[in-house]
Structure formats: C-alpha cells, structure tokens
C-alpha cells in the first residue's frame, strides 16, 4: 500500500495497516465500555477486585436486562459532543459477547434482551456518520482454557482449576473465531482496539502477557486480510500501531527515536471505564475539555469514556459532559479537527493547535492579563478575539505586515499580546 508522505513522519507505522490520515484529522472519539459489569455497577473489575466466581458472576448474565438501550440516542449523543469515531467493548475482559457470536453462549442473544446489540450500535453510529471502532479484550475471565494471570490475585474458582487442563492455544483460536465474526459481519470496522498487554512499555501497570502468549502476529495477519484499511493499537505487544497511553496526559508529544508516533490518549470522566453507580471522581467539563485540547496541542487524539448503566442509559453525569463539549466544539470544532501541535511555543497556561497556517491559541486559565506571544513576529497578521475567550484565532501569516502588539479588549478582560519583531526561532 502506498503510505500517504504524512504517514512517513510516523514511525511505528506499519505500511500494510490501514491509512491513518481520517484519524489524525479527526482527532477526538468516544470510547464506549458497556457489559455485564456494567448491571454490576461498579467498575468493569468488580469481578476480580472482589474475586467473585463465575457461578457467583453469572446473576449478571440471568439478570442483563438493557432495556431503556436505544442505540439511536447514543449515536445523537456522540455526535452532538462533535466526536467522529466511536470504540465499543464487543467484549471485555469478563467474557461476555456483545454480539451473537456462535462460539460461546455467553452472549447477549442468549440473555433476557435477546438482540444482537453491538448490530444496532454500529448501524445508529453508522447513520450518523461516525467512524466504528471495537475494543476486545484479549483477557478472557470466563473462558475454560484462558490461563489468568497479571495484577489482581487469582479469584479462587480459578486457582482451584487446574492450570494443566487449561490450553492457551485452544483459547487463542476461540479469539481468532470470535475476531473473524466481528470483521466479518458488521461491515467495514475503521479501528481495532486490542486491550491488553503492555510488556514492552513500562507504564507500569501492565504485567501478564505478550505477543508470542496471544500469538499477536497471526492475530495481526488476520485483522488485516479481514479489514485491509483497518487501523490497529499497540496493544498486541508488537511495537507498532497506534500508541494508546491511558489515564494520563503525556508531558510532551510522544516520540519514539526521536520521530512522531501516532497516538491517542484514552480517558474516564470519573476514574472507572465500566458504569460506576457510586463513584465521585467526576472531572469538569472545563477539565475534560482542557485535556482534549493539550492532547491534540501534543499531536494526539483524544478518547473520552463513557460507561452507560446496566439498563443502557447514559447516566446524566455523563450526557452533562457530552453536552458542555459539544457546545464548545459547535463553536471551536476547526481548532481541532484537521489540526496538531504547533511549531511555536505556547505562552504559560495555554495551549497552541495548529491547522495548516491558522493559528489557534487556547487560553487555559482566565482572567489573563498580559499575554506575551513569542516567536510569532513576521507569521501574523492580525491577532483577533472570537467571541470566545477560549479562542484566539491568529488569521493566515502575512510576512509582508507585521503587527508589534494589539490591544484587545474582550468581554472579561483586556490582554495584551507583544509580538517581537525578530524572526521566529522555529527550531
Ligand atoms: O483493564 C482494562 C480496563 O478495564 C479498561 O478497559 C482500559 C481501557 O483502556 N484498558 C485496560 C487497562 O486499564
């Protein structure tokens, strides 16, 4: 495949993934955990945490009952928030299909709702013109021959069994089944979020396996002759595809010998991926919208999380925060959408995203009294205040006028923005 000459700047980027230029303009997308941990209520590793057994765990599945799901409205949802790529959980570490697979009865065909959700997800997000993404898991807490290991204690069913009668080669070729149904039968599928092995990156919290225990290259090889413009994560522990940090904002754009990775931070608004019926660690709109902004000033794309509730609602906490971004995004969506990190340098507590030649300055903190804009001399114009502080918009770079310093007075305060005459010293 011809890689586009923007790709060539990525390093990690294999030539027979899919093209991933639709992905680094659009920048943001909604990551969707929903299964039976979410009847649980409280976090998609309630299982483990509080070692459960799987006869115990299986109430959820008598009980998994989404009823008030309506597919179409977390599509409306989604898109008023200005996302344009969604990643749902097909499965999750706990087992559960998502989708009527015909390799495992654990599925949610065989619960009280009966229909094939993930179908009726992916058509509403399709008719609203976004992107699909699915996440599965390589863990599987329910299968007989998965052998569990990694971070949590063994719950006790488990270390009751066995591990000579598990056969981790029959279990990856139940994972390569239930891949080959889901890029099989719900059309073209955009990206492949594979969750998760990180033991060629220490971040820490990620032990257990790698690519020789998931047998990642066959994997690869199959998603690739299944969807051939697929876009794929780096979680099968290859090294390659796209960079998936989580939980945390990168200091600095990630780099990889020194050369642009393309990558795309994933985050909760309140701490846990899975619906979390007590959990109080809501972040602010204001924050969450910060973090997406710093993420695409860092060259990145951000994932904002969702966990719908056990009956398949959007909890109002949520929907509030979807909201609050996507009012911002009807007014700012083209200082993120198609845009990066900018060659200058950001004045302290702000933020710079840069498409082609405009300019966006995103100002963090508020009120701002002086702002010194370095490096700029020669590349503006003029410097106007939208009607958003949020929103600076710096218009095309005109060597021939250049501006020593504006006044402008805006609705909250008065800023000054001093353009040095030198020329920029774009490193
Ligand atoms: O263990 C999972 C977790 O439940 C969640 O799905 C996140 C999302 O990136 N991935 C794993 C590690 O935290």
Excluded at 127 to 149: A, Q, R, T, V
Aim: with cysteine; proline share 4%.
């Amino acid at each position: 495949m011809n890689v586009p000459t923007e790709n060539l700047k990525y390093i990690n980027w294999p030539n027979n993934y899919g093209d991933p230029q639709w992905f680094i303009h659009d920048r943001f997308g909604l990551f969707i955990h929903f299964g039976l941990y979410s009847a649980g209520a409280r976090h998609e590793w309630f299982m483990t945490r509080e070692k459960i057994d799987l006869q115990a765990y299986k109430k959820y599945f008598d009980y998994f009952n989404p009823d008030l799901l309506h597919a179409k409205q977390w599509a409306q949802y989604a898109k008023k928030a200005g996302v344009k790529y969604v990643v749902i959980t097909t499965k999750h570490h706990e087992g559960f299909a998502l989708w009527d697979s015909k390799l495992t009865e654990y599925k949610v065909t065989n619960t009280v709702i009966k229909r094939d959700l993930l179908y009726e997800i992916v058509e509403a997000m399709r008719e609203e013109g976004l992107k699909i993404g699915f996440y599965h898991s390589l863990i599987d807490w329910n299968h007989p021959d998965f052998i569990i290991d990694g971070l949590h204690p063994l719950r006790d069913d488990v270390s009751k069994r066995s591990l000579a009668n598990r056969n981790m080669d029959t279990y990856i070729e139940y994972l390569k089944g239930q891949i080959r149904e889901l890029l099989t039968n719900y059309g073209e599928i955009n990206y492949l979020w594979f969750d998760f092995s990180y033991s060629h990156r220490d971040w820490g919290w990620a032990k257990g396996k790698g690519a020789v225990d998931w047998r990642s290259e066959e994997l690869e090889k199959l998603v690739l002759e299944l969807q051939p413009n697929i876009l794929l994560n780096d979680r099968l522990d290859l090294n390659r595809g796209i960079m998936t940090p989580e939980q945390f904002q990168p200091n600095r754009l990630n780099k990889e010998n020194n050369q642009p990775v393309i990558w795309e931070a994933c985050q909760t608004m309140n701490g846990s991926w899975g619906y979390h019926r007590d959990n109080l660690n809501w972040k602010s709109s204001d924050t969450l919208l910060k973090m997406l902004i710093d993420t695409v000033s860092k060259n990145g794309n951000f994932l904002l999380n969702i966990g719908p509730n056990g009956r398949g609602e959007i909890d109002e906490n949520s929907v509030v925060r979807l909201e609050a971004i996507g009012e911002w995004m009807r007014l700012h969506a083209r200082s993120i959408y198609g845009s990066k990190q900018s060659e200058f340098e950001a004045p302290i507590d702000c933020r710079y995203t840069q498409r082609g030649s405009q300019l966006y300055l995103h100002i963090f903190s508020w009120p701002y009294k002086h702002i010194h804009v370095k490096g700029l001399a020669g590349r503006v114009s003029y410097c106007q205040f939208l009607h958003d502080a949020s929103e600076v918009r710096f218009a095309e770079y005109d060597p021939k006028e250049v501006i020593t310093s504006t006044e402008t007075t805006i609705d909250r305060d008065s800023v000054v923005l001093n353009l040095p005459v030198q020329k920029p010293n774009v490193s």
